[in-house]
């Protein structure tokens, strides 16, 4: 990859991420507002003492990149922005009424819309000069048709309320789609694909013929599969039997969101290798946790492959896709069937192609890079 360079920012809750492309440079500033640390990708001399807020540590970063390479030579700057509603389907410059759509979605994405708002506001003020663009985390599933984005609720609530599913993680599912597709060497627009993106955070996708079809995430990035510390699909009625058994709303927002998962399953991590080590221990909770974790991943194979009519490759991606050999056998586990046979050496030595020379369902290793896909996209939108 070798384009002019890029800054993609990426401005959580309490942290501010920024990559420089192609230049690899990177940044991470955690507990902003608190005990400020910075984590550089090269040597810097930068200090985070009294950062408060996302425009101290964007002009903190700034400062250390400056040391590197000559601030000036930034053609654009790439901001991940987790919800675009129906609206934003593609990557989007960012102007006065953008941002401010952008803003009206909040309610939609309370956690995370806000915050990155707050990075394109710093980004806006700090550099002022350069083109910015928004890439949306919902915008690849744009295409995923009305009977698998709806909810069984009365129509108003998705006509009124905008309560549909919209997905996340797009940004990834189109960046490993993509790398799938030129590993086998053919067209994405020819293939049936399912991205497993397994992370603290997972989420699938089917992919047809090079568009989202149906995704597990919904209208919040709770849904679907098993997550570090969110639930995933649960019945509904449990909310409602926790909720009229006295919890708070609060309380289980926490619960669903922060203590469930691996974590609130095996009762010792969210992280699936301190998961692994208990389970190796001998530990039901653990083992069973990484059942559950699996067989929903297996589950969902299935489901996607009757979606779109049959499956030409599976791709797994993320922190526990790219690097845990045993959870890709345990949830592929009994997928002969629909053509899944795997390479054991291939897939424990961490290849790109895991499968069989002669299976009809190609299983893929793609490691994720939203960033790239970030200031690719960026460019792209600038030029279009
Ligand atoms: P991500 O959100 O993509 O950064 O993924 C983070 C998660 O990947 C961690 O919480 C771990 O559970 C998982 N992970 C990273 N390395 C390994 C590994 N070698 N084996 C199993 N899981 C891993």
New binding site residues.
Partial sequence: MNHPPVLVVNAGSSSLKVKLLPHHLSLLVERIGGDTQIKASFATSVRSDGISDHEGAFKLCLTALAEQVPLASIVAVGHRVVHGGERYTRPTRLTPPVIAQIEALSPLAPLHNPPNLAGIRAALHLLPEVPQVAVFDTAFHSTVPTWAYLYGLPRRYYSEAGVRRYGFHGTSHDYVTRQAAQLLNRPRSELRLISL?????ASAAAVQFGHSVDTSMGFTPLEGLLM?TRSGDIDAGVLLYLLRSGMSVDELDQLLNKRSG?LGLSGVS???????RAAAAGDQAALDAIAVFSYRIRKIIGAYAAAMGGLDGVIFT???G???PE?RVQALQGLEFLGIDLDLDKNARGERLISRAEARVAVMVIP?DEERMIAEATLEALAS
């Avoid at 993106?197 to 955070?201: E, I, P, R, S, T």
């Fill in positions: 993106h397994l992370g603290n955070g570090g691996l969210n992280d699936m290798r301190d998961v692994r993320a922190g526990i790219e690097n845990d959870l994720t």
